[in-house]
């Protein structure tokens, strides 16, 4: 039996296999972009007829997806989720193995050149930090929010997650011990000392002592409430950066992170590991340090 067969539209029935591959998902933020892409897939099939869930319907969607205009990092995620799927269908008796690995050797798109990303100057980075009010409650929360993403160069999900018992010392300094990430990656996360002052300036005046660092605050005043959302987190960046006129998200300042670290002296290996990157090369790629922006060799041509 393959999964056409056992689900041939985007009906309840599909619940269960859906719900297997979203529960083997750590990261909230993957979880809910599989689960767009699964939604889109499925209504994509719908609209074709409902071809049989096999590499040739991938490879017709992820036409599709390039004729739609997707960057390739758009279309290699959604693939991602598919091949999660079928991986998932296969274990659960409802596609053979041969479809499903036909599925999951599907070839993605391959991404030319190197994306440059987002990132803040110093000079911005700073700009930023400077933004919430520290006068009031909220304004001390965001900055250590802001200081932790900049600092520690932090997913927001796992900014989201923080309890406040996991700032520890060790080897004499404060430091966020096996802190876990995407694909149950566990790693150390030294904390600088002005971002523990922003912390501690904002547990002190919220009273916290245990539990999640970062909670909710009540739009008029009062005590804090529930944990923090990512999005409430992405939220509140965006407002700070909007301040200044930047166009910013919670990823490009640990990309800031990241670079300003390199720029200051700092080793490949010991960004990679403060990042939690797999390996060096996704950690150099994400850096883009082969290309020289500050000082680009076409700076000195001697025209104009």
Not at 239 to 268: N, S, W
């Amino acid at each position: 039996m393959d999964l056409a067969q056992a689900y041939p539209a985007v009906t309840p029935d599909f619940a269960p296999v859906k719900a297997l591959l979203l529960n083997s998902v750590s990261s909230p933020i993957t979880r809910a972009l599989y689960a767009a892409a699964l939604d889109d897939f499925f209504a994509w099939r719908a609209r074709q007829g409902h071809p049989p869930f096999q590499r040739a319907a991938i490879q017709a969607y992820r036409a599709h997806l390039e004729g739609r205009g997707y960057a390739a990092s758009t279309v290699n995620q959604r693939l991602a989720a598919l091949r999660k799927l079928a991986r998932e269908a296969a274990a659960s008796g409802l596609l053979d193995a041969t479809t499903a690995a036909g599925i999951v050797q599907a070839p993605g798109v391959r991404e030319r050149g190197v994306r440059a990303g987002n990132w803040l100057t110093r000079e911005q980075a700073a700009a930023l930090l400077g933004s919430p009010d520290t006068a009031t409650l909220r304004g001390l929360r965001d900055r250590a929010i802001l200081a932790l993403l900049i600092g520690c160069a932090l997913r927001r999900g796992e900014l989201a997650a923080l309890t406040v018992e996991e700032l520890r010392q060790r080897e004499g300094r404060w430091v966020l011990p096996d802190l876990r990430g995407k694909q149950g990656r566990i790693r150390t996360v030294p904390v600088p000392s002005w971002v523990k002052q922003a912390v501690d300036a904002w547990t002190e005046a919220a009273g916290l002592s245990s539990g999640r660092l970062f909670r909710s605050l009540p739009r008029h005043g009062g005590a804090p409430g529930g944990s923090i959302s990512p999005q409430a987190i992405l939220d509140l960046v965006r407002f700070h950066a909007a301040r200044l006129g930047l166009d910013i998200r919670p990823h490009d300042l640990r990309r800031t992170c990241a670079k300003l670290c390199r720029a200051a002296g700092g080793e490949l290996e010991q960004i990679q590991l403060l990042l939690g990157h797999a390996s060096v090369q996704t950690t150099e790629r994400y850096l883009g340090t082969r290309q020289n922006l500050a000082s680009a060799p076409n700076d000195r041509l001697g025209l104009g």
